[in-house]
C-alpha cells in the first residue's frame, strides 16, 4: 500500500482542484501572488516591471517630441512658402528647420543610448538561472533535480548569502552514484558499489561538476579542488584547496553538476541540461567549532527498546565525518552507540538530514514489524544505553581545524572539529557523551499530522512561503526526506508541470510548540517546513491555474521507527480527518478506503 497526504496550493483566480492525500493530510490552497503585483491590482496602479514603465515613459515622451518636430517642420515651411522673397523670413524658416534637425538627431541618439543602457540592466538584473515566465515570477532553470529529482540536497543551499570562505560543498543524492563522475580518474574496475578494488585518486572532474566565480563564467572552473564521499555513495564532497572569495568583498559562486554524471547502474539521473545552484561567499573564515544542541533520546531518560537516536548539531557538519555503518566487530566510529550487556558498539547505520544538521542511529536488530509490515530495529532492552560522539583530533589548541583525514571525529563544513562541552574551544575532552534506558517493550504507535499550513483550500497564499506540517510525535529525521514527502505542480489547462525545486528541515518541538534548542527542553512533536522555488502566479485572464501539492506517505516516520499509516491529520476546518485502519487515506480533508488521486 503506498500512502501519503497532499497538499494543494492554487493561486488566486485558480478553480480548487479536489487534490488527495494518500494515508495523510489534505491541504488544498490558492497560492495568490501577494507580493508588488498584487498592491498594484487592489489599487488600481498596475503591475508592470520597473523597466516597462521606464520603457513607456520613454515613448511617451517621444511621441511628444515627434508632435513638435512636425509643427516646426509645418511652421518653417509655412513662413518660407510666405515669405514672398523677404530674405529675413526665409533665413528664418531655415533656421527653425536646421534646429529641428538637429534637435531630431540629437533625441534619436539619446533614445538609441537609452535603450542600449536599459537593457543592460535589464539583462544585469535578471537571473541567468531563469528561463519562462509567468505574470512577473521566473521559473529557475536547471533546479528541477533538487526534491523532485535525484538530489535530496546540498550545501550551501540555494542564494545562501555570508557562506563562510574555508566552506566545503556537500551534495547528496537519492541513488549511489559513480565516483568516477565526481573524481578525475577514479577507476572503479568495474564495480562501481565495491570500493575495495578501486584506482583511487581524489582531485575534481571538472567537466561534470563545475565550481566557479559566476561574474567569471565556467571557462574559470575551479580544478584543484578535492573530492570525497560517503560509504553509500550518496554524498559527495567537494573541498577546494584554497579559500574561496574575498577577505574585503563579497563574491558569489556558481556551482553546476552535469546531466552526464551517473549513477552506479551506468544511468544519467539528473535533468536534462544538469543542475545548477549559487550561494555568495562573506569575507571571514569559519574557526568555530560546532556543537551538540540536544540529543533524542535525552540524558537519563527511559525510552521502549525501537527508540532511534539522533543528535542535533549547531550547525551543518560534513557528513563524511558523521554517517556510516557500524558492522558488530567493526566500521563506522566517530559515534559509537553501547549497552550494558556488552562492550562492542551496537551495529547499525548512522544517517545524516535535515540539511546535514541531524544524524540518526537505527540499529541492524530485527524486533518485529509496524504497521505498514515493515522490519522495526531495536536496541538492547532492559538496559543503560551509552552514547559517544567522538570529536575529531584538532591541529592545535588555538586552531580548531581537524588534523587527520578520514577524520577520527566529527567536523563541520569547514573542517573544524566538534567542541564537545561548549566551551568554545576544541581538546581531549570534547567528545560527547549521554545515557538513557530502554525497556524491554517495542512501541508501535504511528504518527499524525497535528496541524498544516497553508490550510486546506486556502487563497491569497504568498509566492514564496513555505509549507510546514507539524506532527504529534519525534519523527525519525532521516525519514523526513524528498522520498517520502513529495512536492509536485501542475497548470490545470495545459496539464504542464513546470521545475521547482524544494528541500526539507525537521525542527523540534516543546509541547506547547516552542523550537527545541537545548537539552534541557523536552522534545514532543516535530515541525517539517519545506523550502521551495517560487510559486508561479495564476492569471485568471488567460486564463493560468497554477496548482501545488504534497505528498506526504507512508516512508515517513516516527522515532519508533512505526510508519504514517493510516494517514491521519486535521480536515479543512481543523477537526480530524477520521482515518482508520480500514479507511486509511485522507483525501482533501476526507478519509477514504482508496488511495487518493493528486490533481
Known amino acids: ?74 511652421y518653417a515651411g509655412a513662413i518660407w512658402m510666405t515669405a514672398g522673397g523677404d530674405g529675413k523670413k526665409v533665413d528664418k524658416a531655415k533656421g527653425i528647420l536646421i534646429n529641428a534637425v538637429v534637435g531630431l538627431l540629437i533625441t534619436m541618439s539619446a533614445y538609441a543610448i537609452s535603450v542600449f543602457v536599459i537593457n543592460l540592466l535589464s539583462d544585469a538584473t535578471s537571473d541567468s538561472n531563469s528561463s519562462s515566465t509567468s505574470g512577473s515570477v521566473s521559473v529557475e532553470s536547471l533546479s528541477n533535480s533538487l526534491g523532485s529529482g535525484v538530489i535530496r540536497d546540498h550545501y550551501p543551499a540555494r542564494s545562501a548569502t555570508d557562506v563562510s570562505r574555508n566552506t566545503r560543498m556537500f551534495v547528496t543524492f537519492r541513488d549511489a552514484m559513480d565516483i568516477s563522475s565526481f573524481i578525475t580518474g577514479y577507476d572503479t574496475n568495474g564495480t562501481p558499489e565495491d570500493v575495495t578494488d578501486d584506482t583511487i585518486a581524489t582531485a575534481i572532474n571538472s567537466e561534470n561538476v563545475k565550481v566557479y566565480v559566476r561574474a567569471s563564467g565556467d571557462s574559470a572552473a575551479l580544478t584543484d579542488v578535492a573530492v570525497s564521499f560517503t560509504d553509500d555513495l550518496k554524498t559527495f564532497v567537494f573541498d577546494p584547496t584554497e579559500y574561496l572569495g574575498s577577505a574585503t568583498e563579497d563574491v558569489t559562486y556558481a556551482v553546476y553538476l552535469s546531466d552526464s554524471i551517473k549513477n552506479t547502474d551506468g544511468d544519467a539521473p539528473i535533468d536534462s541540461g544538469g543542475y545548477l545552484w549559487y550561494f555568495t561567499t562573506g569575507t571571514t573564515v569559519d574557526i568555530t567549532p560546532p556543537t551538540v544542541e540536544y540529543v533524542i533520546p535525552a540524558d537519563g531518560t527511559t525510552k521502549d527498546r525501537n527508540i532511534v537516536v539522533q543528535a542535533i548539531f549547531s550547525e551543518a557538519v560534513d557528513p563524511t565525518s558523521a554517517s556510516g555503518t557500524r558492522l558488530s566487530d567493526s566500521g563506522f566510529e566517530n559515534i559509537q552507540i553501547v549497552g550494558t550487556s556488552s562492550t562492542a558498539p551496537v551495529a547499525g547505520e548512522y544517517v545524516i538530514s535535515n540539511s546535514y544538521k541531524t544524524i540518526t542511529f537505527t540499529s541492524t536488530d530485527a524486533c518485529g514489524t509496524n504497521s505498514c509490515g515493515e522490519t522495526i530495529y531495536c536496541l538492547p532492552g532492559g538496559e543503560s544505553i551509552t552514547s559517544t560522539i567522538a570529536s575529531a583530533t584538532p591541529t592545535s589548541t588555538t586552531d580548531p581545524t581537524a588534523s587527520i583525514f578520514p577524520y577520527d571525529g566529527i567536523v563541520d563544513t569547514s573542517g573544524n572539529s566538534l567542541d564537545g562541552n561548549s566551551d568554545g574551544s576544541v581538546g581531549a575532552d570534547d567528545d560527547y557523551s549521554w545515557s538513557f534506558t530502554t525497556t524491554d517493550d517495542v512501541n508501535l504507535d504511528a504518527p499524525a499530522i497535528e496541524s ?16 510546514q506540517i507539524t506532527f504529534d510525535s519525534i519523527l525519525n529525521s532521516s525519514s523526513a526526506n524528498s522520498s517520502n514527502i513529495v512536492a509536485t505542480n501542475k497548470e490545470s489547462t495545459s496539464g504542464e508541470s513546470h521545475e521547482m525545486w524544494y528541500t526539507l528541515g525537521t525542527t523540534s518541538l516543546t509541547s506547547d510548540g516552542d523550537e527545541v534548542l537545548v537539552d ?55 477537526g480530524s480527518c477520521g482515518t482508520t485502519t480500514a479507511i486509511p487515506y485522507c483525501c482533501n480533508g476526507v478519509a477514504q478506503a482508496s488511495a487518493c488521486a493528486l490533481f
Not at 505528498?551 to 480536515?571: I, K, L
Request: net charge negative; aromatic share 8%.
Open 1 to 74: 500500500m503506498i500512502s501519503s497526504s497532499v497538499l494543494t496550493f492554487l493561486k488566486r483566480g485558480a478553480m480548487v482542484a479536489a487534490v488527495g492525500l494518500f494515508l495523510g493530510v489534505p491541504l488544498l490552497v490558492f497560492a495568490a501572488d501577494t507580493n508588488l503585483s498584487t498592491v498594484g491590482s487592489e489599487s488600481g496602479l498596475g503591475t508592470d516591471s520597473l523597466m516597462t514603465i521606464i520603457g513607456r515613459v520613454i515613448s511617451v515622451f517621444l511621441s511628444v517630441l515627434g508632435v513638435i518636430f512636425l509643427i516646426l517642420f509645418v
Open 520 to 574: 534541557s527542553q523536552t522534545p514532543e512533536k516535530t515541525l517539517v517546513t519545506i523550502s521551495h522555488g517560487t510559486f508561479l502566479a495564476s492569471d485568471p485572464t488567460i486564463p493560468l491555474s497554477y496548482m501545488y501539492g504534497i505528498s506526504a506517505n507512508e516512508g515517513v516516520q516516527n522515532e519508533y521507527q512505526n510508519c504514517f499509516v493510516p494517514g491521519e491529520g486535521p480536515d479543512a476546518v481543523g
Open 452 to 467: 498544516i499550513t497553508p490550510n486546506i483550500q486556502e487563497e491569497n497564499v504568498d509566492l514564496d512561503q513555505s509549507i
